[in-house]
């Protein structure tokens, strides 16, 4: 049998923890080691996940953590809180941990100056869904070109997730920073993001995805006069063409792609119908982009690849470095 690496998951037992997690055990390079970090108000020791124990250790034990001698080198992932994203990086900084980190609160610039001339390198991202990454990779492309092209065109954009997740969408507010360079005047605390499960299942949201998913909506209106407005809303409409194109090595072979000339719609659907990506013009004036998620598979796939770009790195002795989930996806292709 091969050699499965061990990596610690902290977080557990959240959702998103427990999602990598179980990944992890189904892999066949990976498998999951027996403890991790919890936060202060889990009360159990430990935790049972496909027949294995995990041992917990809250905040007030990390002096005990990690507790294998054996740590050194070891690959771990983050999806804690975002309060403690700093301090848990530290951590691994100290105990040669290289790190993937999915917590919202990582912030990537903060943690570089952290790593710099480190024995280790990390992976953090806001978002480890690789197609909705590929989407911010090409906006930030698009935007070096024609900032300040959509100046005067209006916004609205609405999220939706589950009623446990306190804060506004990470993906959201950084949409938000895109647009702004395009030059419409957005504020991400004009974010809709709806909460409640009522309202939710009346967008469409299956009820058995009411716990685990992440719905976008933007929408773009440009003024009635001038004609440039009409010409940059097809250039950014060309843009979620290309990205929404079944070579996009980020969507791989799981999805199917629908085009409708008449309504000037392009569609993106996973095999399993749990992840969806649609660009179109609801009217001549209007530029309408959606991406729905339903469940986590997607993000804990993503991190597993995320896992193996940064233990592919540590062979190649790169060290003291930060990547990004644009940085994996480019390994992709």
Not at 77 to 100: C, E, Q, W
Request: charged fraction near 25%.
């Amino acid at each position: 049998m091969a050699y499965r690496e061990r990596v610690i998951v902290n977080g557990l037992p959240g959702r998103m923890a427990t999602k990598v997690a179980r990944r992890l055990m189904r892999a066949e390079d990976f498998d999951l080691h027996n403890y991790s970090l919890t936060g202060d108000r889990q009360k159990d020791k430990s935790f049972e996940i496909g027949g294995s124990k995990v041992h917990l250790y809250n905040p007030s034990q990390r002096v005990y953590f990690p507790a294998d001698s054996n740590c050194d080198g070891m690959l771990t992932v983050d999806y804690t809180l975002p309060g403690v994203a700093r301090s848990n990086a530290y951590l691994y900084l100290k105990n040669n941990m290289p790190f993937v980190m999915g917590t919202t609160g990582g912030d990537l610039s903060d943690l570089q100056g952290l790593l710099a001339n480190s024995s280790i390198n990390a992976v953090v991202g806001s978002n480890m869904a690789l197609p909705i990454v590929s989407m911010q990779r090409a906006l930030v492309e698009f935007v070096e070109r024609n900032q300040f092209s959509l100046s005067g065109c209006e916004l609205t954009i609405t999220e939706s997730h589950q009623s446990t997740k306190k804060d506004t969408s990470g993906t959201a507010k950084a949409m938000v920073s895109h647009f702004n360079r395009l030059g419409i005047d957005f504020d991400e605390k004009r974010i809709v993001s709806i909460r409640d499960r009522d309202e939710q299942m009346m967008m469409g949201v299956p009820e058995e995805f009411l716990s685990a998913h992440g719905w976008h909506t933007y929408e773009i209106h440009a003024p009635t006069e001038g004609r440039r407005y009409m010409e940059n809303l097809d250039q950014l409409q060309d843009l979620f063409y290309r990205i929404l194109h079944p070579s996009n090595s980020a969507f791989g072979d799981n999805f199917t792609f629908t085009r409708d000339a008449n309504a000037k719609s392009v569609k993106a659907k996973s095999l399993d119908g749990s992840v969806s990506f649609e660009v179109s013009r609801p009217a001549s004036r209007d530029l309408k982009f959606v991406h729905n998620i339903n469940g986590r598979a997607i993000y804990a796939e993503g991190t597993l690849t995320a896992l193996r770009f940064l233990r592919k790195k540590m062979e190649e002795s790169e060290r003291g470095k930060v990547f990004s989930m644009v940085d994996v996806l480019n390994s992709t292709n």
